[in-house]
């Protein structure tokens, strides 16, 4: 069985990424269908602002899953917005905060949200936290496999090292809590307000599912039985390079990569430049394998773009 179905079959979460441009959301589509027509209930989630998923198939497609094939089994649908995601998460926080501070001071967590909303790493941190929401929320096994398809590789490295980045600044914040918390217990016995008491422990409260969240997220990323990774890349020297650099930072993190998938792949026999092209291709191919261990993939040039069910179905045999 080709490499790339074989984890679909045995894995419940794989990550396509790669360099923008090489066809990840067509490979991840390719797979996720192929696994739905063997009989599996799949998601897959387009993280990448370009929407290219609704695109690929032809359908509208957003934050709410739309079945987008079903058969012997069913392919649903989802693309998440980023933009979209950091504006929903910030208007929680500023209902959160205000229920934490003095009426007076509500105009102040307004203004603060207002420049946090543009700040770097607003939107990778609101999406990483809505994409394991989605890994976690479905650890009951409501889908069979659900299939990332993400936004290319340098926005990706950051986000698989969020997870533990929120979690040290979480635990940082709750060991402030619990700081703050016996200082409310000291209040109490001078006969300050009960309600402060309170209002210490809702904030806990809120922490701890976060960092909970949290931990869950990066047990299932670091579970090489249940989560993996396909790097998409064309055989060229920039995304190689971009790819071995890539599937080193993971494997740190202890996340596997279970393939790499060479896209559009010049096939043979079509005269002397494309042969040249070939065999420069070739060589990038096995300077990847000298670079690491993952089965590689390839996957011949198509004659025309493969949007559409027949073209994702013909894909899904070279997978």
Do not use: C
């Not at 990424?17 to 009989?39: C, D, F, Y």
């Not at 198939?57 to 933009?83: H, I, K, M, N, Q």
């Not at 096939?267 to 291709?281: D, I, K, M, W």
């Amino acid at each position: 069985m080709p490499a790339i179905r074989d984890l679909a079959d045995h894995h419940r979460i794989l990550f396509f990424s790669g360099k923008g441009g090489v066809g990840k959301t067509t490979l991840a589509s390719a797979t996720a269908l192929a696994r739905a027509q063997a009989g599996g209930r799949v998601l897959v989630v387009s993280t990448d602002p370009a929407h290219n998923l609704g695109h690929l198939w032809d359908r509208s497609v957003g934050a709410v899953p739309v079945t987008l094939w079903e058969g012997a089994g069913r392919l649903d649908g989802v693309e998440l917005d980023p933009a979209a995601i950091a504006a929903e998460h910030l208007a929680v926080v500023g209902e959160t905060m205000k229920k934490f501070v003095a009426d007076g001071m509500q105009g102040q967590v307004d203004t603060y949200l207002a420049v946090v909303r543009d700040s770097p790493g607003t939107h990778e941190s609101a999406l990483m936290e809505r994409i394991a929401q989605i890994v976690v929320d479905d650890a009951a096994g409501r889908y069979d496999l659900i299939v990332f398809d993400t936004a290319p590789t340098g926005h990706t490295a950051r986000l698989m090292h969020l997870p533990d980045m929120m979690a040290l600044y979480t635990d940082a914040l709750i060991s402030r809590r619990k700081k703050s918390e016996s200082f409310s217990d000291a209040a109490e016995a001078l006969g300050y307000r009960k309600k402060d008491k309170e209002r210490e422990a809702d904030i806990r409260a809120v922490l701890d599912r976060r960092r909970t969240l949290f931990t869950r997220f990066r047990e299932h990323l670091s579970d090489t039985a249940a989560t993996s990774f396909v790097l998409a890349l064309t055989a060229e020297r920039m995304p190689v390079l971009e790819t071995i650099e890539f599937a080193r930072s993971l494997s740190e993190l202890g996340i596997s990569v279970g393939a790499l998938a060479v896209n559009r792949r010049t096939p043979p026999g079509l005269g002397e430049v494309f042969e040249q092209r070939r065999a420069s291709e070739a060589d990038y191919i096995r300077q990847l394998a000298s670079a690491l261990s993952a089965p590689i993939v390839e996957i011949e040039m198509l004659g025309g773009e493969p949007t559409g069910l027949a073209a994702l179905e013909g894909l899904g045999r070279y997978l």
